[in-house]
């Protein structure tokens, strides 16, 4: 299993499992994270975490599927999927893609990701 892979099954254990700290030893120091093209990224482990768990309060059943597309260098692109159950929202399933940067120790430098929602799955 190479470094991208790895990160890529721990995104998923992370969010199924609502694994912080998992999450946290998978951050860089100076880790960039963009939820979106037009957000300011976080930029420290606490505001990462505290939107994870933010993100994640209302959810359960949740399934996560991740894939590695590609690899150059030390960014990889992966595709996921999940569904859940949400308190607010009912069930939901979003369909996306992770722009991941490692450091030379595996850990995630820079994230980025694009997705589309689909509520009011059966």
Known sequence: MNAHQKIAQTLAEVWQ???????KESLADNTKWY?????????????IIDQWRN?????????VETNVLAVKGTTGCYH????WSDSQRGKLKIDGIFLVELDNSGK???????????TGVK
Request: net charge positive; proline share 7%; glycine share 2%.
């Open 17 to 23: 499992n609502k694994n912080f700290d998992l999450l």
């Open 35 to 47: 939820e979106g093209p037009y957000k300011e990224p976080l930029k420290n482990r606490d505001a």
């Open 55 to 63: 993100d994640l309060a209302p959810q359960s059943d949740i399934k």
């Open 80 to 83: 996921f999927v999940a569904t």
């Open 108 to 118: 995630i430098k820079s994230f980025n990701q694009w997705y589309a929602l689909k």
